[in-house]
């Protein structure tokens, strides 16, 4: 037994020891031909988080791939740990009988076949050894442990002992991630986990992985998630790996220095080719200046190309801006909505105004889908009154909307039927302003990538300038570069837009208002996302989250805050009102005739106006400072 136990020990020391780093060296990889990885050493501690980022299509899950042995080499190698256990996210959990909670247990094999043993082993040290192992692993609290993995991913204790076949899709994604997550192997794969969790499972997920107990590659375009959660990153551009230590931000902060050394270092290369080129141009046939001539020519011939990343070259996502509606553009009361007569949401009084951006929180099957629907007239409200403006234009995207797109049509095809009457040259232009060039236009609906689709999805949503922008996780397969031009068209865009998305960094820096999903109904959320997202890591019950408490609080609330709004429209048509008497005074007083002897009177009451309207505008601005407080201070509530 003694012996034993002092091998086991050994093993379990080589085995963590063992589990030092990964390394890549110099590796060669192509497809078809066409070079995909071409890279130098790379060197991955031990129990590091790292960020794997890039361009969509450079590479990424290849490198993956790579790692875990399903694809071969044609040069170079990666080195793994010889006893490290190493895992990833499954395409999905199959539909079968067993319970959710079966499923993720299974997931260790060592523990099955250990338990296994236990129960037909005879030999008594053999017994022994495997009841030391199992208590070794934690075998008797895996069932709590895979519970609470199951629980931070949004099963609750009832779903747990259901069969997965009852399960959608998405949910069996979530299983799959649950299981690998429980497996906890010694090098942790995981391909852009948050597509499938709602914005409660991923800040759950992000807490989670840092405090993972061993190494960690997350291929992610969520920023919030690479800044909380690694520690390090891997960033996959032109077929070349490089390395940085620091989280998202800390490389961002980097990559933007080093753009800006090469756009230096390209202007100073354009200005040298430029005066090289000069001198060629103007003595290459002179008799005297041919040697230095010829000698220019060289040197030109020598000066490498400097080329900036294509991220630097990305189109941004343009909305159309519409004309202004008068608020409000939705208002419900006392509405209910859901499927076949029965409803998911009820007691709904909610108003939408012109200029809101509301963010939709909540966990997954609350009804946040069934609420943008609702608004998108997708499902019908069932009872209570819902009043839209009857110039509303609504623009609605979904993830799920790729079924709608026509897989053997390509995006000018497509965008060709919304707008016949638009020439080759506009149809080509409003294409380009959402990232799609003209090589992507011709490509079929079936050769896209998530993420060109996604784009295509955005542009058709946005077609007809509307003036209420519903969004149900529009970051679904962009990268990070899209996501960004995302948050900026958005914050850009003038309408009303309503956010469902898991993607913290989009919600904080685009929403202005939260609404909860919760308990079959919708109210404000009183607190900030900072707030809800330490309510989730405190694992807080939505059901203690402020709320107004009845409709005619709701109501009053509402017209208050319109009454504010109103007033702050009132201060800033004040003060442009003044702004604009200060300019034409401004002009009449730089007329130089009115400095001469004969106009002093005329001068000083022109001065005497200036100065009562500036002291105006003082005035102005201070009652719209107050204005706005109060109305800031009345929508935090």
């Known amino acids: ?70 694809l071969e080499l044609e040069s170079g190698q990666i080195i793994l740990p010889k006893n490290a256990k190493i895992d990833d996210v499954k395409q999905e959990v199959s539909e079968n009988d067993l319970s959710v909670l079966e499923t993720i247990l299974a997931a260790d094999k060592e523990r099955e076949t250990l338990i296994k043993q236990s129960k037909i082993e005879k030999d008594p040290d053999r017994i022994a050894e495997i009841q030391i192992r199992l208590e070794d692993i934690g075998a008797w609290s895996a069932e709590a442990r895979a519970s609470t993995i199951l629980k931070g991913l949004g099963f609750n204790e009832e779903d747990n002992h259901l069969p997965c076949k009852s399960f959608s899709g998405g949910w069996r994604m979530r299983m799959s991630l649950a299981a690998v997550l429980f497996n906890q192997p010694d090098l942790l794969l995981l391909d852009e986990p948050t597509n499938y969790l709602d914005l409660e499972g991923t800040i759950w997920l992000e807490n989670y992985l840092a405090t993972y107990p061993h190494t960690v590659l997350v291929i992610s375009h969520d920023r919030n998630l690479l800044n909380n959660c690694t520690n390090s990153i891997l960033h996959l551009e032109d077929k070349n790996l490089t ?26 290369q354009d200005k040298t080719r430029q005066h090289l080129q000069s001198f060629v141009d103007r003595f290459r046939y002179k008799a005297k200046k041919a040697k230095q001539a010829q000698s220019r020519l060289k040197a030109l011939g020598k000066l490498k ?8 070259a990305l189109k941004k996502i343009l909305f159309p801006a519409p004309e202004e509606l008068a608020s409000p553009l939705v208002s419900i009361e006392d509405g209910s909505t859901g499927y076949n007569n029965k409803p998911i949401l009820s007691k709904l009084n909610l108003r939408i105004d012109y200029d809101d951006k509301i963010a939709l929180l909540g966990k997954n099957g609350e009804g946040k889908s069934t609420l943008s629907k609702l608004l998108a007239n997708r499902v019908p409200l069932l009872s ?45 232009k409003i294409l380009g302003g959402f990232g799609i060039g003209s090589d992507q236009s ?16 955005l542009l058709l949503a946005t077609i007809d300038n509307p003036h209420l922008l519903i969004l149900d996780e529009p970051t679904n397969h962009l990268d990070i570069e899209s996501r960004e031009a995302l948050i900026e068209a958005l914050t850009k865009f003038s309408g009303a837009v309503i956010l469902v998305s898991h993607d913290f960094h989009l919600l904080s820096l685009v929403s202005d208002k939260l609404w909860l999903v919760n308990n079959g109904t919708v109210c404000p959320y009183e607190e900030d996302l900072e707030t809800y997202r330490s309510d989730i890591l405190l694992n807080k019950s939505r059901k203690n989250l402020k709320t107004p408490k009845n409709s005619g609080d709701k109501k009053e609330f509402q017209k208050k805050v319109l009454a504010y709004k109103s007033e702050v429209k009132k201060c800033e048509d004040r003060l442009q009102k003044l702004q604009n008497m200060k300019k034409k005074v401004a002009d009449i007083l730089s007329n130089q005739a009115l400095y001469s002897d004969g106009q002093l009177k005329e001068l000083e009451k022109w001065n005497k106006k200036l100065s009562e309207i500036n002291e105006a505008i003082k005035r102005a601005e201070d009652l719209w400072i107050q204005a706005q407080e109060r109305m800031e201070s009345a929508t935090q509530k």
Do not use: W
């Open 1 to 70: 037994m003694n012996i034993f136990f002092g091998v086991f020990l050994s093993k379990r020391f080589f085995h963590c020891y063992s589990v030092t780093m990964i390394k890549i060296e110099k590796i060669l990889f192509s497809i078809g031909g066409r070079k995909l990885l071409d890279t130098g050493n790379i060197t991955i501690p031990s129990g590091h988080k790292i960020g794997v980022v890039g361009r969509n299509g450079t590479g990424k899950t290849t490198l993956f791939r790579l790692i875990k042995g399903d």
């Open 243 to 268: 390395y940085y230590s620091g989280n998202y931000e800390k490389f961002a902060e980097t990559r933007m220095a080093q753009l800006e050394s090469k756009l230096s270092e390209i202007k100073k």
């Open 305 to 312: 190309t400097i080329s900036l990343p294509k991220e630097r």
């Open 384 to 428: 209570g009154s819902l009043i839209k403006s009857s110039q509303l234009r609504i623009g609605y995207f979904s993830q799920h909307q790729t079924d709608e797109l026509i897989k053997g049509e390509t995006p000018f095809e497509h965008l060709s039927r919304a707008r016949p009457s638009k020439s080759v040259s506009e149809r080509k």
């Open 442 to 457: 011709e490509l079929k609906v079936s050769a896209m990538s998530g993420g060109q689709k996604a784009r295509l999805l």
